[in-house]
């Protein structure tokens, strides 16, 4: 059976289906619908050898052969658990929707299978049209959700949302052509299919420029430093369960990217552009997190410490060895489900107060003291307390970014004293201290459906954090042969470090 | 002796009260409910811990080790989840099980206020899950394990201060406590993959295969006196100076006072602010290597000591003398271990346990007598309403100021006396004078340190009470008219046992020019086997010197005893004499508004006003906002499509992309 497919398509499929039902049954059938995909997608992770090949559940065939554009489908340890984190967050989201969705919520929950379908699309693709198809269908669900269900500038946001990544994807088409135009003048053939371009041999020089078009294109989306201003907007309008969804699975698209297609592609022009990135990437953390520590709004507060988090992934991406690049794919997983759950936590706030204000609420542990555990739960997940997931990929992006840029390491690292001053305030200003606002004296605490989508995050963030091996053996053969081509492609270092190696005094000869 | 796999039961014992009590029961628990769960798995884990001390007393015991499951692993990259207990770590679990079933017993009597009725079960499962914590810390076999514990205790120390969250003062206590130990643990972390990267191939994160390496590869880390392990050294010190409280992250552990006094006495006092002390222990061979490193840990507790003793000397509040003396003493136990004393320093650790956790503790007697007053001034007399923790409370007075006999004299003179013979520093610059500078130091926050625990003495049990006198006039605390009264036997008994090892507690470590001597110095050989630092012996100024701090002291105790028993109004007299002084210390010195001015109010003010106001508001969106507006006129001059934009777009990137296809198709 074809199983990718099937994943891929199901959810639109039942999409469709979501969009006609009778109204009363939307709830029910839209849940029930994303846990079918989910179940479907089970045999994906019982299914994958992590000693297998390097990727499972081929589909190949032959699509517009004029072209050279085939309809490839396959997936590695990393799509693997990508596509497993879309499919479970999916039915919670929905889940969430039965509250926070007051209005047309047969189209919101059409729009977000319709989603699932297109961001696991992008996760399975082999073809490089067929990633492009996939990475633009991403956008219009998402454009829908926000100017729809979107707060009161959701307009603003949606379209800024838009332009950004229309940028993106237009660079991102060039460089694509151009590689296949490279690939007819050293082959005379038409191919768009990724092993097929793998094999090219490009100069540095054209690897330079279609670097720089696909890692802007990527870096819109993941978002670095300095094109990460759609994000904040796009959080605070978009309804709650598209938070979570951008958050939890869409900004992966473009680590994601970096990871699939930009950097193994073009492996010297990461050597030669590595360090800007990562000097990107260290930025993005220290800004973001100083950004999230002066903010009024709490969901801009969390949009911020995405742009942080983002940060780290995109530095063990660029640290070129096994525990850098596993530990970056590893928070990737984290991130959606910490990210996710605070986005949910937000969201339940806006629902009973009607207001994002961080000056609004206070004293709420005295009332919730359900969701002040979790959301305490997860704000120690968020700044990686060791025993909780976020820890064990940063400490592992840390340790082997250290290896080949260490002072940007070590400038990445006062991050985790950053984001335990902005959480930890945050939390404070809003669980701790005195009751002071007559508004929240009555807040009910968590209902059992909102526990029903919280606990799942709460559980898996213990359970990456305590016993991660599961998910690494899965990552790490991927990674290797990652790891493996880019090592082909430098000796001793792969970046010419400048001022980001370890200054000349620290050498190991006694002084 | 103990099979391997029932030293995993240590930790997991706490852990399953704090679950029990923290998730299963909650407010089901009544206090003595939780209490009872909570002290009984801590007790048994003292059993145990006990049990695994003793299997390690004999000659060539071998330490226990227990591997549960694989943590992490990419590439050469692992971590395990695994325990080994060797001498050292045997040793602070039974500090950790033993005083801190003494602390949870007497948590029992003194969480019986009305208004923590529902919350108590909360307190219980933090200090369970503190125990657990602290366990993983000392037992982790590795690196990242022990940091599990490192930040754990961190964080159930910010949940303990902010015990009474609604307090927002407390609340922020407890994150100030978080956060100034990650600045800490971000040195640490830092140390952690700068010696990783030196290894290359040998890298490891085990403390016993790193060992190894060193003593087979020291030119890994530059051998001795090389630049990186120097600067692996300082930087695992500078997560020290968080976790332990020193210059320059000590700011802390005053303000973490706000929690219950039990939690003071365990986490702040007795056992996870000695954490610095037990990493440098664990890590002795690499520290060894650097005299820079240990010159500095050495140098930067003997200022710690000294700038605390003078900051105790004017508080009014018993737990804030008691903060500062903990950060003093903390400081002498570095001063220990750098000067090469490691045993030394260590064992300082462990009286210090008794005898501050006694103190914590009477003053928390105190507290809970008195009805939650902490103001010395307000105290007095108590010796006669209080006579068992008056008793108590003396033999933790007499063994920290150092009268000979009591444990604290042995600890302390061990490491005064070292201190001033030291051959560690003797190749660096000054590395002849510092010895004698930093025992001078040491010898001067010893006669501070005799004279602030006596003042503290005198103010609260000397004298008459001055409480009542307050309810007088007219603070509308009428109840309080009746004089204080002893404590019940729940708080009581504790406080004579750890009266009983602060007495005695010199026994595990009698020095040289007694009868069975250096007990602890033998236990723990085989841990610091590759730190040998030879100490010259037989000195003649050994018992001199020890004359004269012993004279200095009893000076110190008759000049506090003149201003606060003689003559009390003395005190305000002198203060107004050294006004500047005075005001300086009582108000520490305005340390933490130096923090304030110079780091936090800058970080705060340029995040908002120029990152999120300029760089991100003005700058980026300005040229993507004039994008978009540009975009969109383009949309309007074209014509409207619907109503709605998006189409315009689609229609832009088809056309776009068409354009640029045929562009590179012919070009």
């Known amino acids: 059976m074809p199983l990718l497919s099937l994943v891929t398509f199901l959810p639109v499929a039942l999409a469709l289906l979501v969009a006609v039902m009778p109204k009363e049954a939307a709830r029910s059938g839209a849940l029930a619908a994303s846990l079918v995909v989910f179940a479907a997608s089970l045999p994906l992770w019982f299914g994958y050898d992590p000693a297998g090949a390097e990727y499972q559940f081929v589909e190949k065939h032959p699509w517009i052969e004029s072209w050279g554009v085939g309809y490839h489908l396959g997936l ?436 | 002796m103990m099979s391997s796999q029932l030293v995993t039961l240590v930790p997991a014992l706490p852990l399953l009260g704090a679950v029990v009590n923290g998730l299963l029961l909650q407010k089901r628990a009544s206090r003595v409910v939780a209490g009872t769960i909570a002290s009984v798995m801590v007790g048994l884990s003292a059993v145990l811990s006990f049990m695994a001390l003793a299997g390690l007393m004999g000659h060539d015991a071998a330490p226990l080790e227990a591997h549960l499951w694989t943590w992490m692993q990419a590439g050469s990259f692992s971590a395990d989840i695994a325990f080994r207990v060797d001498q050292l770590t045997a040793t602070m679990m039974c500090v950790i099980t033993g005083i801190g079933f003494l602390i949870h017993v007497y948590s029992i009597g003194y969480m019986d206020d009305e208004a923590d009725k529902d919350s108590v079960w909360r307190f219980f499962s933090y200090l369970n899950l503190f125990i657990f914590a602290m366990l993983l810390l000392v037992m982790g076999d590795n690196f990242l394990l022990m940091f599990v514990g490192w930040e754990g205790v961190g964080l159930c120390s910010y949940l303990l201060i902010g015990f009474w969250y609604e307090n927002d003062d407390f609340a922020s206590a407890g994150k100030k406590a978080f956060i100034t130990n990650r600045i800490g643990d971000f040195s640490f972390v830092c140390g952690l993959f700068l010696l990783y990267w030196s290894l290359g191939d040998h890298a490891t994160l085990n403390f016993h295969k790193l060992e190894e390496v060193i003593a087979h590869h020291p030119e890994l880390v530059g051998g001795i006196g090389g630049v990186v392990v120097t600067a692996v050294c300082l930087l695992f010190f500078g997560g020290a100076t968080g976790k332990s409280a020193q210059i320059p992250l000590y700011v802390w552990l005053p303000d973490a006072m706000a929690g219950p006094t039990p939690v003071s006495a365990l986490i702040h006092a007795a056992t996870m602010v000695t954490s610095g002390i037990y990493m440098i222990c664990r890590l002795n061979f690499l520290f060894v290597m650097s005299p820079v490193a240990m010159a500095t840990i050495a140098t930067t507790g003997a200022l710690t000591a000294f700038v605390a003793a003078t900051i105790a000397v004017t508080q009014n509040d018993i737990k804030k003398v008691l903060a500062y003396s903990t950060v003093s003493q903390l400081g002498f136990m570095f001063l220990g271990v750098g000067v090469g004393g490691f045993v030394a320093g260590f064992f300082h650790v462990i009286t210090h346990a008794f005898f501050k956790a006694l103190m914590f503790l009477g003053s928390g007697s105190i507290i809970h007598a008195l009805h939650h007053e902490q103001d010395m001034r307000k105290m007095g007399g108590l010796r006669k309403y209080m006579k068992l923790t008056f008793a108590a409370f003396l033999m933790g007075y007499l063994a920290i100021i150092g009268i000979p006999g009591f444990s604290g004299f042995f600890s302390k003179d061990e490491i005064l006396w070292l201190t001033f ?239 640029l296809a045929t562009a590179y198709a012919v070009g």
């Open chain 1, 76 to 511: 590695d340890g990393v799509s693997l658990l990508l596509v497993l984190l879309t499919t479970a967050l999916t039915p919670l989201i929905l889940l969430a929707g039965f509250s926070g969705v007051h209005e047309k919520y047969r189209g919101y929950a059409a729009l977000m299978l319709a989603l699932e379908g297109a961001m696991i699309g992008t996760f399975v693709s082999l073809d490089t049209f067929l990633f492009y198809i996939f990475w633009e269908l991403v956008l219009l669900p998402m454009y829908f959700l926000i100017g729809i269900w979107g707060g009161e500038r959701r307009i603003y946001a949606a379209v800024k949302l838009f332009v950004y990544t229309v940028a993106g994807s237009l660079l991102m088409l060039v460089a694509l052509i151009g590689l296949y135009w490279a690939h007819y003048e050293q082959t005379g053939a038409w191919s768009t299919d990724l092993g097929d371009l793998l094999a090219l041999t490009l100069s540095p020089d054209t690897q330079k420029w279609m670097f720089a078009f696909l890692a802007i294109a990527f870096a819109i989306k993941v978002p670095m430093f300095p094109v990460h201003t759609w994000l904040p907007d796009a959080h605070v309008e978009a309804p709650t369960g598209g938070s979570v969804v951008l958050a939890g699975v869409m900004l992966k698209m473009g680590t994601y990217g970096f990871y699939r297609f930009a950097m193994p592609l073009f492996p010297d022009a990461v050597t030669a552009y590595g360090p800007v990135l990562i000097g990107l990437a260290v930025t993005g953390i220290l800004y973001g997190a100083l950004v999230a520590l002066v903010q009024d709004d709490v969901k801009k507060l969390v949009a911020y410490s995405s742009v942080s988090h983002l940060g780290y992934v995109m530095l063990g991406l660029f640290a070129l060895n096994a525990p850098g690049v596993s530990g970056a794919i590893f928070q990737m997983l984290n991130h959606g489900v910490s990210t996710g759950a605070l986005f949910f936590l937000v969201g339940v706030l806006y629902e009973r107060r009607h207001t994002r204000a961080i000056a609004d609420y206070g004293g709420l542990t005295k009332v919730m003291p359900k969701f002040a555990l979790i959301f305490m739960i997860m704000t120690f997940s968020s700044i990686g307390l060791p025993g909780l997931n976020g820890f064990v990929g940063e400490f592992m992006i840390l340790i082997g970014s250290f290896q080949y840029a260490p002072m940007w390491t070590v400038a990445a690292a006062t991050g985790v004293i950053f984001g335990a001053a902005y959480m930890l305030w945050v939390f404070q200003r809003m669980m701790f201290g005195p009751l002071k606002n007559e508004a929240n004296r009555n807040l009910p605490d968590l209902s059992a459906r909102e526990l029903t989508y919280l606990m799942p995050l709460v559980i898996l963030a213990f359970v990456l954090g305590i016993y991660p091996q599961p998910f690494l053996d899965r990552i790490n053969p991927s990674v290797e042969r990652f790891v493996a081509r880019m090592e082909e492609h430098f000796d001793e270092s792969p970046y010419s470090c400048g001022n980001a190696c370890l200054p000349s005094w620290l050498s190991k000869e006694t002084h």
């Open chain 2, 421 to 659: 013979i030291t051959p560690v520093f003797d190749g660096l610059p000054f590395g002849t004078v510092m010895p004698k500078v930093l025992w001078a130091l040491a010898t001067a926050t010893a006669l501070l340190t005799a004279f602030y625990m006596s003042r503290l003495m005198f103010m609260t049990f000397w004298g008459d009470y001055r409480g009542a006198s307050h309810d007088a006039h007219g603070h509308g605390h009428e109840a309080h008219g009746h004089k204080p009264h002893e404590s019940p036997m729940l708080l009581v008994l504790p406080l004579v046992v750890l009266a009983a090892l602060s007495a005695v507690g010199g026994l595990l470590n009698l020095p040289h020019w007694l009868p069975m001597h250096g007990s602890l110095h033998h236990f723990l050989d085989p841990v610091f086997e590759h730190a040998h630092v030879a100490f010259p012996e037989d000195n003649p100024l050994e018992f001199p010197l020890m004359v004269l701090t012993l004279l200095g002291i009893a000076g110190s105790v008759a000049f506090a005893y003149t201003l606060y028993i003689k003559d009390p109004t003395r005190p305000a007299a002198l203060a107004e004499r050294f006004r500047k002084l005075h005001t300086g210390s009582l108000n520490k010195w305005y340390v933490d508004e130096l923090y304030q001015a110079a780091i936090l109010t800058p970080i705060y003010v340029t995040s908002r006003q120029v990152l999120w106001a300029i760089v991100d508001a003005q700058v980026i969106d300005g040229v993507v906002n004039g994008a978009a507006t540009l975009a969109q006129k383009a949309g309007t001059a074209h014509g409207r499509l619907g109503g709605g934009k998006v189409q315009v777009y689609a229609i832009f990137i088809a056309a776009g992309a068409a354009l």
